[in-house]
Nanobody
């Protein structure tokens, strides 16, 4: 199973980025996918997650209202659209996949697979 995250880059504050995470090697009939981020010197934190069935979503308060997570089941791909970016959004963003289970997975320990991370840098 491979998770390939992409879409990171350098953007000015107030700008937007769209992250993608393509999963290969597995077909998801349940579970979900999520995005986490780790800023320099900080622990990794939850950003957003979505279930494969039903598309239920959940967002961290820090990105709620500015970000949208979506999925394309046919492509096994999840997206994170981030708008109104702030310097404090600067981090390495990781996507993760949970193969089975109900509900929106919020905790790192619920995920089975992790991508390599993509760096998002927001300049002030």
């Amino acid at each position: 199973v491979q998770l390939q995250a992409s879409g990171g880059g350098l953007v000015q504050a107030g700008g937007s980025l769209r992250l993608s995470c393509a999963a290969s090697g597995l077909t998801f009939s349940g579970g979900g996918m999520g995005w986490f981020r780790q800023a320099p010197g900080k622990e990794r934190e939850f950003v957003a997650a979505i279930t494969w069935k039903g598309g239920s979503t959940y967002y961290a308060d820090s990105v709620k209202g500015r970000s949208t997570i979506s999925r394309d089941n046919a492509k096994n791909t999840v997206y994170l659209q981030m708008n109104s970016l702030k310097p404090e959004d600067t981090a390495v963003y990781y996507c993760a996949a949970r193969h089975y289970g109900l509900g929106v997975p919020l905790k790192e320990g619920l995920y089975d697979y992790w991508g390599q991370g993509t760096l998002v840098t927001v300049s002030s």
